[in-house]
C-alpha cells in the first residue's frame, strides 16, 4: 500500500535511470536561456574581458605567463629516451636548456667529445648565454634612459620615504654599460 501518489515526472525520471539516461529532462522549463557557443581544444575566445582557451579539455584563461611556464614546465617523460625525468636538480637544470634529460645530455656531450665537436659545442653555448646577457644588459639601459620617476616606498613603521637617487649620473652609466656591452658584442663577435 503507497502512501504517496507519484507524479508524472517522478514517474519518467525513473524510466530514464533504469534507461542510463541521467541527464534527460523530466520537466520542461520555461524562461530566458542564455545562448550557449561550442569552444573545441584550441579554440581562443574573448569573454568579459578575459582571453580564454581550452587546453586538455579544460577552460583556462590566456595569460601572458603561458609561454614562460611552457619553458619551465618539466615533462613527466624525456622526449629522447622516454624515460621518466624526477624531480631532480640535474634535470632542472638540463630541462630548459637542452630540452632533455641530464642523462641523455651526458650521453650526446660524450658523443661529441668522441667526434671532436665538443669545442664548437662549449663555444656556441658560452655565446648563446653572452647573446642573453647583453639583451638583458640593453633593456636595462633602455629602462634606466626612459625612468624619469621618484618612487616612495613604504618602512616597517608605515612612513613613506622617497628615494630619488642622489648623486648618480644616469648619462654616465648609460655610457659605461653601452660601452660594456660592444665590448661584449666585440668578444663574441657579433
Known amino acids: 500500500m503507497l502512501k504517496r501518489e507519484f507524479k508524472d515526472r517522478d514517474v519518467q525520471r525513473m524510466r530514464n535511470i533504469i534507461t542510463k ?12 536561456t542564455k545562448s550557449q557557443v561550442e569552444h573545441k581544444e584550441g579554440d581562443v575566445w574573448e569573454e568579459k574581458g578575459k ?30 629516451c622516454d624515460k621518466a625525468m624526477k624531480n631532480h636538480t640535474l634535470n ?4 630548459p636548456l637542452h630540452k632533455m634529460c641530464f642523462n641523455c645530455v651526458v650521453e ?40 624619469d620617476s621618484n618612487e616612495g616606498f613604504v618602512t616597517e613603521q608605515g612612513d613613506v620615504e622617497k628615494w630619488a637617487g642622489k648623486g648618480i649620473d644616469k648619462q654616465k652609466i648609460t655610457a659605461e654599460l653601452q660601452e660594456y656591452i660592444q665590448k661584449l658584442k666585440e668578444h663574441i663577435g657579433s
Open 21 to 32: 539516461d541521467y541527464t534527460a529532462k523530466t520537466v520542461t522549463q520555461v524562461g530566458y
Open 51 to 80: 582571453q580564454w582557451t581550452i587546453k586538455n579539455g579544460i577552460k583556462q584563461t590566456v595569460t601572458r605567463f603561458d609561454k614562460l611556464k611552457e619553458a619551465l614546465n618539466i615533462p613527466l617523460t624525456c622526449p629522447k
Open 92 to 95: 632542472k637544470k638540463m630541462w
Open 108 to 147: 650526446m656531450e660524450t658523443e661529441l667529445k668522441r667526434t671532436g665537436q665538443f669545442e664548437e659545442y662549449a663555444r656556441s653555448l658560452t655565446t648563446r648565454g653572452i647573446k642573453t646577457h647583453i639583451d638583458e644588459l640593453e633593456q636595462f639601459v633602455l629602462e634606466i634612459a626612459l625612468e
